[in-house]
């Protein structure tokens, strides 16, 4: 049995996806029989004093492991008041870190928490292989790393006919027709243009089929790139490549806007295929990917960081993964595989086993499963912090030192460093 | 002018595009740009929406071929009593807002049309789950405090379980010279207050960038009024999240010259300028002015109320 801190937001995080795995996280370590846990509430409005009498209660409750927990704000204050509390104490609590896509926004605020670390015991959670793979090279000592799926709930995530027979009847859709689904922020990262040409390439042979787009515009673009955009700019620019497509592709793109998370689960249950050819930095896991599998879902993917995990044993031939290749030019999705989709993806979707999907997604990534890998990766004692290692270094201080750390420019092109740090994310073969 | 703008749509210069507009010295846009953040924040549809008293170096403003004013109605007034003569001269096709079109000189109509903003899909604040009030208020802002009140009685008919979420920001007055405290601010949000069902929410400048999922959501404006700004950026925003802005129509029942896409929720229908042109006037009370620069001039501010 072990007494567990929590720090998180209480609130939900204005980051659609972060809103349910900060909580299904929580929800994985509660379902560990036997431990104490507390919660500690920690957001942009949490002042300094609060904090600190945070910790100094849990000092008092004798806390043996501290969980962060949530993707910000960064915790270089929780770090802080934990090493002046713990200064003199020989047995440190063990930190468990869960690692979330925006580390890499944060590389100045790590750094300063270097010092704060050394002598704790940490032990990282990444959320999928590749960004473990990322990760680590980041670290002097990776044996610190582990992997731990964003959990889903199992209820709604999880398949039945009636739910898909309901939706489709609300769509009107009928047994022909084949939905494609996108769910998840409208973002230049996001690739919905290439989206939009696939399903123009899709409609050539499949006058049937649908695309239904879930989600609002961002104006996020590709800062890495050096690309800036006002707010408006990404949705024009799709509207005006719709525009130029034969009416009766445009008259099947269906636009919905953002939706609760309430009403994610009955849309994957009515569509056919997940297609999302994101190359986001940092796309560290795919929540909308994890909850489509769930809900038995065939997916098109681009084999781009945490994507690549959900080429799951015994649904490989549901889950399509298109390469990506790092160029100075760019992220380059293969378009010999994204036409291979075209053929051997495409037509089959009426065969897909929905049920075994859902079955085999859910081994993987329901709460219970994720809260027995947490147990088993606790049972291995965290190892002492012995900081960061010469690469993330480099990549300090080019964020430090640059605007655009990773490009050259005019023309804009990708430098060796963006390679060095960005390599594990995509398919070597 | 329809076709120069449909020529402008096919091609490919757009003002955001431009990478100059990056390297625009925004030092020298008048402090109001900055005093009625976010208010007056850049945002990006087609028809380049720039506000003209950004339109500090001219030759680079003129060589679009279609501008969207954002202005309200002061500003475009100055804009078009300092620009005028070289407006003239230019090719270009400007749109300014339906409630400003009568400040346009007779001269450039024939190179002017007006927009609004409409929205297919909008709620009554009866259905709406939550409701959201905007504003930047200070003194010289607000060109009528009795139509705000006014405004504001629409929250009466909201339902008791709706959330209320308030952005409401006291700024000093944007056209001052030298500092003075905002004082019309605290009585009105007094009644607002007064008008309210439930506890609000007050929001942040970075919460209210946050929000998402707003299509059970209604918008509320205190400071538009198209005095200052005729299209805010918060309503842009919130609209395209899926929000009711209290402020905007329907699409009309008769057909308009063009309509563009502005976000998925909302479009601006174009037409041409139906106002008779006070510019006239305009011009005598800039001539009766004292002072050179009529944006800065809070005489000319009272006079101008009456015309507007």
């Known amino acids: 049995m072990s007494k567990i801190a ?5 609130n939900p995080s204005s980051w659609i996806s972060c809103q349910k795995i900060v909580f299904n996280l929580l929800k994985s370590y509660q379902a560990i029989s036997g431990d104490e846990h507390k919660y500690y509430h920690f957001n942009d409005d949490t002042d300094l004093g609060t904090i ?16 962060l927990l949530d993707h910000k704000p960064h915790p270089l204050p929780v770090l802080n008041f934990l090493h002046q509390e713990y200064l003199m104490n020989s047995e440190k609590p063990e930190l468990i870190i869960h690692i979330y896509g925006d580390f890499s926004l944060h590389y100045r605020q790590w750094s300063m928490a270097q010092s704060l670390l050394t002598n704790w015991k940490v032990k990282w959670f990444c959320a999928s292989e590749r960004q473990a793979n990322y990760f680590k090279p980041l670290l002097n000592d990776p044996s610190s790393v582990d992997v731990c799926p964003f959990p889903i709930e199992s209820n709604p995530y999880s398949y039945q006919k009636s739910i898909r027979d309901e939706q489709r009847k609300e769509w009107k859709v009928t047994d022909d027709q084949k939905v494609l689904i996108y769910t998840g922020r409208l973002s230049l990262q996001k690739r919905i243009h290439t989206l939009i ?3 123009a390439m899709v409609k050539k042979d499949h006058p049937n089929y649908r695309l239904h787009i879930y989600g609002e515009f961002d104006n996020i673009a590709d800062p890495f790139f050096g690309i800036w955009q006002p707010e408006g700019k990404y949705f024009s620019d799709v509207m005006r490549l ?6 009766n592709v445009q008259k099947d793109i269906y636009w919905f806007g953002g939706v609760s998370n309430n009403d994610l689960p009955r849309a994957y249950h009515g569509a056919d295929l997940l297609v999302s050819f994101s190359v986001h930095h940092d796309e560290d896991y795919g929540m909308t990917v994890a909850e489509a599998l769930s809900c038995g879902l065939p997916c098109l993917l681009s084999d781009w960081a945490g994507y690549a995990s959900f080429k799951l044993k015994g649904i490989e031939d549901w889950v399509h993964l298109v390469k990506v290749s790092l160029r100075k030019s760019g992220r380059l999705l293969s378009t010999k595989e994204i036409k291979e989709s075209l053929t051997e993806l495409v037509p089959t979707l009426s065969h897909a ?9 859910l081994d993987y990534f329901s709460i219970s499963s994720c809260s027995k890998k947490i147990t088993d990766h606790l ?15 480099k990549i300090n201080l080019a964020h430090v030192n640059f605007n655009n750390p990773y490009v050259y420019p005019h023309p804009m092109r990708f430098n060796k460093l963006y390679k060095e740090i960005y390599h594990p994310y995509v398919r070597t073969n | 002018m329809l076709e120069q703008i449909n020529t402008h749509l096919k091609s490919s210069r757009y003002l955001m595009e431009n990478s100059n507009y990056l390297g625009l010295k925004r030092e020298l846009w008048p402090k109001v740009s900055g005093d009625l953040y976010p208010l007056a924040h850049d945002y990006y549809h087609n028809l380049n929406p720039f506000f003209g008293f950004n339109a500090v170096n001219f ?3 003129k060589t679009f071929p279609a501008v969207t004013l954002r202005d309200g109605g002061f500003p475009l007034a100055c804009f078009y009593t300092q620009k005028f003569p070289r407006l003239l001269n230019s090719e270009q096709t400007i749109l300014v807002h339906k409630d400003c079109e009568h400040f346009v000189p007779g001269q450039l109509k024939n190179k002017t049309l007006s927009y609004k903003m409409v929205q297919p899909r909008r709620i009554k604040i009866e259905e709406a789950k939550q409701i959201i009030i905007v504003g930047v208020l200070s003194d010289q802002m607000i060109l009528d405090k009795e139509k705000i009140e006014k405004k504001l009685e629409i929250l009466a008919s909201c339902s008791n379980d709706a959330k209320i979420k308030i952005f409401l920001q006291t700024r000093k007055n944007p056209f001052d010279l030298t500092y003075s405290e905002p004082q019309l601010t605290s009585p009105l949000t007094f009644s607002l207050f007064k008008k309210l069902k439930t506890t609000p929410e007050f929001l942040t400048t970075h919460k209210l960038m946050g929000l998402s999922f707003l299509k059970d959501s209604y918008v509320i404006n205190l400071s538009t009024d ?6 805010s950026f918060t309503d842009f925003l919130l609209s395209s999240k899926g929000a009711t802005i209290h402020e905007w129509d329907t699409p009309s029942d008769t057909d308009s010259l063009l309509n563009v896409n502005v976000s998925l929720f909302h479009h601006m229908e174009v037409n041409q300028i139906k106002k008779e042109s006070i510019f006239n006037e305009l011009i005598f009370m800039k001539k009766s002015s004292i002072v050179s620069d009529p944006l800065y001039d809070p005489y000319l501010f009272a006079n101008f109320k009456r015309v507007f």
Do not use: C, M
Not at chain 1, 6 to 10: D, E, H, L, N, V
Not at chain 1, 353 to 361: A, L
Not at chain 1, 379 to 393: I, R, Y
């Open chain 1, 6 to 10: 929590f720090f998180y937001s209480f």
């Open chain 1, 197 to 199: 040409k696939y399903f």
């Open chain 1, 379 to 393: 049972k291995h004692p965290a190892k002492k912090f012995t900081g960061f290692s010469p690469l993330f270094e």
């Open chain 2, 59 to 61: 030759d680079f403003f």
């Open chain 2, 226 to 231: 198209n005095y200052i700004i005729s299209d």
């Open chain 1, 353 to 361: 086993p929905r049920e075994t999907i859902s079955k085999v997604g």
């Open chain 1, 242 to 247: 719709v525009a130029s497509l034969p009416e």
């Open chain 1, 52 to 67: 600190l009498s945070q910790v100094k209660e849990l000092k008092d409750w004798g806390a043996e492991k501290i969980v």
